[in-house]
């Protein structure tokens, strides 16, 4: 999947100071760009090699299945589609290779916008709570190169996501704050091209559906205080999504239950719209959960590919140096709620 320099695109309006409620017209525009030169959206294309590749080599095969089964989609189908599989007894301790074979872990997260909240010079961590309180989550999301069907070790895949009252870090707001970095991190994909994260069940805000951003790496420097560097560039960007009922579940719990902007479902949300327009493209993760009710936490997975020959620079709207963070001139617009 290539995707044309973010310099290229048009900046995303300016923000509302009753947060976020960002329009979506900016971010659509980008993704048309980015689908202007995109070359594939799916892992039909692998199909003979993940065969050939068995259950051995991570289960790869199956995701062929997968994907001709799920061609046919769209954003009603992927609504209708049960993402738990809690009833598999899976764990945080289940081999990869397991979880990765499930039906719609091979499909591909189509390139997306980077939206108005990415800010660059984040910490490599897989524990990105800090302070912040909500339902558990573990999330596993799997690299796969769409040229070659190998998963793509030693990248590194960055995430971020507001809190359960629909609040990011790291941008200029009196909630967030510019030195602020929790729900932001970064991972080194293992051999399996899997990054993990500990996090909490994201919140939403006024005008999008409930979406953790993924953006990945393949030429970064790490400074010594474990942070990115700010010359990293862009391989990979999109967003991720959880079922409607999962949401209504967390949402009816503390703190989530503070939260005072208005929710926008799955059905509602346009940017989930185009990546599910998308042929074969299921954008919502997996999930388990890990007791007999939500505080226990939650267990989340999604396999995407990736173009590893992409290069890019993603627009952030804030830059986090050792001193602390600062607003991005030539960056997008982003204010707190």
């Not at 951003?213 to 560039?233: C, E, F, P, Q, S």
């Not at 509602?268 to 999930?287: F, H, K, L, N």
């Not at 936490?297 to 173009?307: D, E, K, Q």
Request: aromatic share 8%; with cysteine; glycine share 8%.
């Amino acid at each position: 999947m290539r995707f044309s320099t973010f310099s290229t695109l048009a900046t995303l309006a300016a923000f509302t100071a009753a947060h976020p409620g960002h329009d979506l017209s900016a971010d659509i525009a980008q993704r048309a760009a980015f689908k202007k030169v995109s070359t594939r959206s799916n892992l039909s294309h692998c199909s003979s090699q993940l065969e050939a590749r068995g259950i051995e080599k991570r289960n790869l095969a199956r995701r062929s299945k997968a994907v001709q089964q799920m061609r046919k989609r769209d954003l009603e189908s992927v609504l209708a589609t049960d993402h738990n599989a809690t009833s598999s007894g899976y764990t945080k301790n289940t081999p990869e290779s397991t979880i990765f074979a499930s039906e719609n872990s091979c499909v591909l997260t189509p390139e997306e916008t980077d939206g108005p909240y990415y800010v660059t010079g984040e910490y490599v961590r897989k524990n990105i709570v800090e302070y912040q309180t909500g339902v558990p989550i573990t999330l596993d999301y799997q690299v796969i190169n769409v040229d070659t069907c190998e998963p793509v070790s030693d990248v590194y895949v960055e995430i971020w996501h507001c809190n359960a009252t629909g609040v990011y870090s790291g941008v200029d707001s009196p909630q967030g704050g510019l030195d602020s970095t929790w729900l932001r991190g970064i991972q080194l994909t293992d051999d399996d091209g899997v990054a993990q994260f500990d996090s909490v069940f994201p919140g939403h805000y006024t005008g999008r559906a409930t979406h953790i951003h993924v953006l990945v790496h393949h030429n970064a420097t790490i400074y010594r205080n474990g942070t990115l560097g700010h010359d990293a560039t862009a391989t990979h960007i999109g967003q991720s999504f959880f079922d409607q009922d999962l949401i209504s579940t967390v949402e009816s719990t503390s703190p989530y239950t503070l939260n005072e902007q208005t929710l926008t479902e799955n059905s509602a949300d346009d940017i989930m719209a185009s990546e599910a327009a998308t042929e074969g493209v299921d954008p919502v993760m997996q999930y388990t959960l890990l007791g007999d009710n939500i505080s226990q936490g939650i267990f989340a997975w999604l396999s995407f590919g990736v173009n590893v020959t992409s290069s890019s620079s993603a627009g952030a709207a804030a830059i986090y140096y050792a001193s602390g963070g600062v607003t991005n001139p030539d960056g997008p617009a982003a204010m707190g709620p």
